[in-house]
């Protein structure tokens, strides 16, 4: 067969297959019943004929999105392309971020050559990531914020609103002749409390690299200066982190409830320290529930002295009413302690 009778078949054959797309074209955009024209129902799911109302097609797949816009800034807020944006990043996560593994998309190991140039690659985009001082600013307090969290177990909302506080405190110029790592902490511990998940000073002091007094007056200047709405910490928030560390029972930690519950009713609670009359309050549930243990294992997990909850502990069995036929025996085994 010679080149032309070859190409001649080609050319045929082309033009049978686009005669067989017309058609099936021609007959899906047609009723099979009336020869009328079909429209596609969007809202039902359904392909309709316009002149019979036959339902050709019903529970057909919308590729559109889930949601709904009414003008142009909701679409763009709204649409998705890619990982979602997050205020732990200094830059949102928009930016592309280049691995650390030297394998390509098979998982094979790359060649040296290959390697040298991935290298300058990943130099150049630190660079272009951080264009001046205040992103750099930005990408050491987030990181640090993120560090501290992680020590602390804080959950990652906590982290998102402590990110916001610190881009809020950043742009408000509240910088200035305050260190990064100060406004960081002040604004994981501002976050934790506003969450409902607090830590207390001593904690963050063991985590930060700051001391515990400069934590304590830039959350002061920062809160005051951003204005923001901080309730004082519940000592009841407390208690179910402490019941869990010494690994007593949800019983204690109802008992422990009952007891800060009275004090509050009683006034006991003003002017008192919320970890140390969390702190005492599960003392005293696990005696009175026969879980007992001792102040120095409650003195370590909640980072106050034994002093501390001693003291607290007389002032919450005194609030108590109920249980003063208990303290004897309660009395004994904690002078014992």
């Not at 019941?243 to 509050?264: F, I, P």
């Not at 919320?274 to 549930?285: M, T």
């Not at 005696?287 to 002093?307: D, F, G, P, R, W």
């Amino acid at each position: 067969m010679t080149d032309t009778t070859t190409r001649r078949y080609a050319r045929e054959s082309e033009n049978e297959s686009e005669d067989e797309s017309e058609r099936t074209d021609d007959e899906t955009l047609t009723c099979p019943e009336c020869s009328g024209t079909l429209t596609s129902d969007a809202e039902h799911g359904e392909t309709v004929c316009e002149d019979c109302g036959l339902v050709v097609e019903e529970d057909e797949i919308d590729p559109g999105p889930e949601w709904r816009a009414f003008d142009a800034r909701e679409k763009d807020e709204k649409s998705r392309v890619g990982a979602p944006t997050t205020q732990m990043m200094h830059d949102k996560g928009l930016s592309t971020n280049i691995g650390w593994q030297d394998k390509d998309a098979y998982g094979n190991a790359l060649s040296s050559r290959q390697r040298e140039k991935m290298q300058r690659l990943r130099t150049w985009n630190e660079r272009f990531r951080t264009r001046d001082s205040r992103e750099r600013n930005l990408k050491q307090a987030l990181g640090e914020i993120d560090r501290m969290a992680s020590a602390l177990g804080l959950p990652e909302n906590v982290r998102e609103t402590a990110s916001v506080i610190y881009r809020r405190a950043l742009e408000d110029d509240l910088l200035p002749g305050r260190s990064i790592e100060g406004v960081a902490t002040a604004s994981l511990y501002a976050a934790a409390r506003k969450a409902g998940t607090p830590r207390s000073l001593d904690e963050l002091t063991q985590v930060s690299r700051v001391e515990k007094d400069e934590i304590a007056r830039t959350y002061r200047y920062v809160v005051r200066e951003l204005q923001l709405e901080i309730e004082p910490a519940d000592p009841e928030s407390y208690v179910p982190r402490f019941v869990s560390d010494l690994t007593l029972s949800e019983e204690v930690e109802r008992r422990a409830r009952q007891l800060l519950g009275t004090a509050k009713e009683q006034g006991v609670h003003s002017g008192k320290s919320p970890v140390g009359l969390a702190a005492a309050a599960v003392y005293a549930a696990s005696l009175l529930t026969n879980e007992k243990v001792t102040q120095s294992e409650v003195s370590e997990v909640a980072n106050i002295s034994e002093v501390t909850i001693r003291n607290r502990y007389h002032e919450l069995l005194e609030a108590e009413e109920d249980i003063h036929g208990l303290w004897p025996a309660v009395e004994r085994y904690a002078f014992f302690c």
